[in-house]
């Protein structure tokens, strides 16, 4: 069955970076994408960006351009968001998510981690 | 961006009720709108894509309609472990965008 399987919960310091894992299985990665959509405490959903498991190709919010980098190990079957500069407005749940289609329906959503916690504090 | 506007924020009705919510989209987009169902503690989960179609495994109480602007998804008979926030999201265009969530809470 398909699973896509977080790291563990981060607290950082103002201005470090974090790494977050979704570690998958169950499909083949290496011709999906994976988006990174994150969600602060009480609040909505806001996707951050999506990488290619196929090429590459990357597509990130503008709000977070220059702070995200999204990447993908299809040796380990592993995608990567690491995110810099970190401040207390980042502190969030981070998902990944696999999208539903390699074609057309990039942009849904179909399966998701369990999600990691990152805490920003000083 | 493609802003999404829900309504209602929340809503309680009765086991048994049929619920709607509503999804509204700045510009217009055919039908690239999901829905997903959130649970307290949990991951997203997909309902509906396509503004219409039903994911796999997804009891058929659960429909969604619309097209253009405007979009729904109905519950139609509603049950104890339906309780959970709803969001639609628009998957026309970067960035995908999600509604401020609908809260559905059991009377």
């Known amino acids: 069955q398909v699973q896509l399987v977080q790291s563990g919960a981060e607290v950082k310091k103002p201005g470090a970076s974090v790494k977050v894992s979704c570690k998958t299985s169950?499909?083949?990665?290496?011709?999906?994408?994976i988006s990174w959509v994150r969600q602060a405490p009480g609040q909505g959903l806001e996707w951050m960006g999506w990488?290619?498991?196929?090429?590459?190709?990357?597509k990130y919010a503008q709000n977070l351009q220059g702070r995200v980098t999204m990447t993908t190990d299809t040796s380990t079957s592993t995608a990567y968001m690491e995110l810099r500069s970190l401040s207390s407005d980042d502190t969030a749940v981070y998902y990944c998510?696999?999208?539903?289609?390699?074609?057309?329906?990039?942009?849904?959503?179909?399966?998701w981690g369990q999600g990691t916690l990152v805490t920003v504090s000083s | 961006d493609i802003q999404m506007t829900q309504s209602p924020s929340s809503l309680s009705a009765y086991v048994g009720d049929r619920v709607t919510i509503t999804c509204r989209a700045s510009?217009?987009?055919?039908?690239?709108l999901n829905w997903y169902q959130q649970k307290p503690g949990q991951a997203p989960k997909l309902l509906i894509y396509?503004?219409?179609s039903l994911q796999s495994g997804v009891p058929s109480r659960f429909s969604g309609s619309g097209s253009g602007t405007d979009f729904t998804l109905t519950i139609s008979s509603l049950q104890p472990e339906d309780i959970a926030t709803y969001f639609c999201?628009?998957?026309?265009?970067?960035?995908?965008?999600f509604g401020q969530g609908t809260k559905v809470e059991i009377k």
């Open positions: 998510a696999r999208s539903k289609s390699v074609a057309a329906a990039k942009g849904t959503f179909d399966y």
């Open positions: 169950g499909f083949t990665f290496n011709i999906y994408g």
């Open positions: 990488v290619s498991a196929y090429n590459g190709d990357t």
């Open positions: 510009q217009s987009f055919s039908s690239y």
């Open positions: 396509a503004a219409s």
């Open positions: 999201q628009q998957s026309y265009s970067t960035p995908w965008t």
